[in-house]
């Protein structure tokens, strides 16, 4: 564990962050909470402590870093960092019941501009809408085991952008 610390350390540091930032926007805002633009930047807060991680884990290396060892550790912190979030997530989701309403209602929303915006005909739209309607948005372990893979490849290509900035 030792060759991992700062990963895990800045992993930390990178979820505690994470987690007041969703407190923040929950009782500022719970609606934002559902929006793209929200799940979106919660990768952006990843950055810096994945940046850090690697230049500390750098210098403590004499500089020298391969491109296989810098992605390993910035993804570590990453990796750290989604699983401080979404246990906090999953808290959030299960103590405040209206935020599956509201999740729900944005996904409606999502569904309805894009038949505005004639993206699709109502033919199209219309199963969408069902299997909206028939979908559950209860927020369990399962669910949240099921959406880690696709959040870890956004964070693996997000990792080996910043690897290859960290590497010397």
């Excluded at 807060?45 to 491109?67: A, C, Y």
């Excluded at 989701?93 to 944005?106: G, H, S, V, W, Y």
């Excluded at 199963?127 to 099921?146: F, R």
């Amino acid at each position: 564990m030792e060759k991992y610390k700062s990963a895990i350390t800045y992993g930390l540091i990178s979820g505690v962050v994470i987690v007041l930032y969703h407190l923040g926007f929950h009782f500022a805002s719970k609606y934002s909470l559902t929006s793209s633009w929200f799940f979106f930047s919660i990768y952006i807060l990843h950055v810096p402590f994945m940046i850090m991680s690697g230049l500390t884990f750098r210098k403590n290396n004499e500089g020298l870093v391969e491109f296989r060892i810098a992605l390993r550790e910035v993804f570590i912190t990453f990796l750290v960092g989604t699983i401080i979030y979404y246990i906090c997530y999953y808290v959030i989701f299960n103590i405040d019941a209206e935020l599956i309403t509201m999740q729900k209602q944005r996904a409606l929303e999502n569904i309805q501009w894009l038949e505005s915006q004639a993206f699709y005909d109502e033919d199209e739209i219309a199963p969408m809408k069902e299997a909206l309607e028939n979908s559950d948005y209860t927020v369990t372990i399962g669910n949240l085991i099921k959406g880690i893979p696709f959040r870890l490849l956004g964070g693996f290509g997000l990792s080996a952008l910043v690897a290859v900035m960290v590497k010397r």
